[in-house]
């Protein structure tokens, strides 16, 4: 091994010394699981935006395809977190900590941005005094699509970019440790700049949901408004409440941790206490590849329509399978389980 790598290794030894990742068994398990969740799910809804019509394009489309882009790059990154989780090669944790890890929080506040986004355009739809508003028109919402990607590329890309340390081969690897000063100083201000845009994105939702709950109120003495102010706030409060779950825990852990990473805090079973935390409530996060499928059926109509499409087209194949069976003189499915009961 170099001198540089001995030096660096030495000088860090009472660091190393504090073990905060050797209890990942539980996480990697519901890692696996989000990850073969979300993925057919995803895959899915990147047939159905393909093949859906674009000619009546909607910003709230724009939006959700901008977040299925975010799952789908998270979903590319998830392998690489279990596999360094599970102690894989020495190359490949080093490359999760330099790459991956990074391509994981870029898709987390690209979700966070983009369902901010959803939320706010939703409640604009339902309300007839903000639908002459240009935040409402598909060339904004794109404008506003690549300023966030722009955005999040120029806050997170450094980390990946500044240079690291040599640090000697060892069982757990804490991606702090490959940081030089300058790396962990960056890694602060990236951190309080995506806290940042986070508290941003949860006034808009909380300013939307608001509004939404307060028109529903005064729509209460007329039925018919009273029946589109209730969709309304019923999927803008549906989607805040998911927002919130997911995100709103990661965040409160995710400042004091930082200050742990940044040796601010020093205590090492503190600092134990904060990782665990944080691996928690980034899971907690993640979780939202698995349920956004769900959020394209129920905001996007040409969504919905190519999904049905596709469920009767199954349908009538496997109705045209049993019939071609009978012709045959073969049994069918129905047949068989009749004559297995």
């Known amino acids: 091994m170099p001198a540089s790598s001995n030096v660096s290794a030495a000088g860090a030894e009472g660091a190393e010394q504090c073990i905060i990742n050797d209890q ?13 969740a979300g993925l057919p799910g995803s895959l899915m809804s990147l047939w159905a935006f393909t093949c859906s019509p674009t000619d009546k394009q909607q910003s709230s489309r724009i939006y959700l395809v901008n977040l299925l882009a975010a799952d789908l790059l998270l979903l590319f990154a998830l392998p690489f977190k279990i596999l360094s989780d599970l102690g894989g090669p020495w190359s490949l944790r080093v490359f999760h900590c330099q790459a991956s890890a990074v391509t994981i929080y870029i898709s987390l506040y690209a979700s966070i941005a983009f369902l901010a986004f959803i939320i706010t355009d939703r409640y604009m739809q339902d309300c007839q005094s903000l639908r002459s508003l240009r935040l409402h028109e598909v060339g904004f919402a794109r404008l506003l699509s690549v300023v966030v990607w722009l955005l999040l590329l120029l806050i997170m890309v450094p980390n990946m970019a500044l240079p690291t340390k040599q640090v000697q081969v060892q069982q757990y690897l804490k991606c702090a440790s490959l940081k030089q000063d300058i790396g962990l100083h960056w890694h602060a201000l990236a951190v309080f700049l995506c806290t940042a845009l986070f508290l941003n994105a949860s006034a808009a939702v909380l300013i939307s949901s608001s509004l939404a709950l307060k028109r529903l109120l005064r729509s209460r003495s007329d039925p018919k408004l009273w029946s589109d102010a209730r969709r309304a706030a019923a999927s803008v409060t549906a989607v805040a409440a998911a927002y919130v ?24 079973s503190t600092v134990k206490q904060l990782f665990l ?17 769900l959020l394209f059926f129920c905001l996007c109509s040409p969504f919905r329509r190519t999904v049905r499409k596709m469920t009767s087209c199954c349908r009538r194949q496997v109705d045209g399978d049993e019939e071609q069976q009978e012709d045959t003189g073969q049994p069918t499915t129905s047949a068989l389980q009749e004559a297995a009961v």
């Open 24 to 36: 990942m068994g539980p996480f990697i398990v519901l890692y696996i699981l989000i990850f073969i």
């Open 245 to 268: 779950l997911s995100f709103v825990p990661y965040h409160v852990v995710r400042t004091p941790y930082t200050l742990a990473q940044t040796k601010v805090i020093n205590d090492c």
């Open 277 to 293: 935390a944080k691996e928690a409530t980034l899971l907690l996060s993640v979780l939202h590849v698995c349920f956004d499928p």
